[in-house]
């Protein structure tokens, strides 16, 4: 679950840098600097996202000081619930303290719209449907079957 996890913090990696170029999203990156990082408990999966000036930077391993931390009891917990569809999965992650916020709050909030923000449709971006994470079932000029 380790590879998987790490795997999922890459994808959402690309993920934000690709969404940092619509000026929707610009604007909620460049009102002040800030680091978000998200590992397990005993931090063998680990990464951070550095956002500064509407740029997004994101890498392996853990930092001293990051604005806030989520913490993930362990990959297999985080790789779970971060795969549920169920819009409730992370609240309850927190209910049943399987994930930990460590820091501001109020930057792990900002963080977790700036993420939902990826599963709406981005203007300019034609052809396919939006699902789950923002991604599209099918690159631009390919037919859509389903």
């Known amino acids: 679950?380790?590879?998987?996890?790490?795997?999922?913090?890459?994808?959402?990696?690309?993920l934000l840098r690709r969404?940092?170029?619509q000026p929707l999203v610009q604007a909620k990156l460049r009102d002040r600097a800030r680091i978000v990082q998200i590992r397990t408990r005993d931090a063998s999966v680990a990464r951070y996202f550095v956002f500064c000036g509407g740029a997004v930077?994101?890498?392996?391993?853990?930092?001293?000081?990051?604005?806030?931390?989520?913490?993930w009891k362990d990959a297999a917990?985080?790789?779970?619930?971060?795969?549920?569809?169920?819009?409730?999965?992370?609240?309850a992650a927190l209910a049943?303290?399987?994930?930990h916020i460590a820091g501001d709050g109020e930057v792990a909030a900002w963080f977790g719209d700036l993420v939902a923000?990826?599963?709406?449709?981005?203007?300019?971006?034609?052809?396919?449907?939006?699902?789950?994470?923002?991604?599209?079932?099918?690159p631009h000029g390919f037919r859509d079957r389903s």
């Open 1 to 14: 679950m380790k590879l998987m996890l790490e795997l999922m913090l890459l994808g959402l990696a690309i």
């Open 117 to 138: 923000s990826g599963a709406r449709p981005i203007p300019g971006c034609g052809g396919g449907k939006t699902v789950r994470g923002g991604y599209r079932s099918w």
């Open 57 to 71: 930077l994101s890498r392996r391993g853990t930092l001293a000081s990051p604005d806030v931390s989520l913490v």
């Open 96 to 99: 049943h303290e399987w994930l």
């Open 19 to 21: 969404n940092a170029q």
């Open 77 to 91: 917990t985080a790789t779970r619930v971060l795969r549920s569809a169920d819009p409730d999965a992370v609240p």
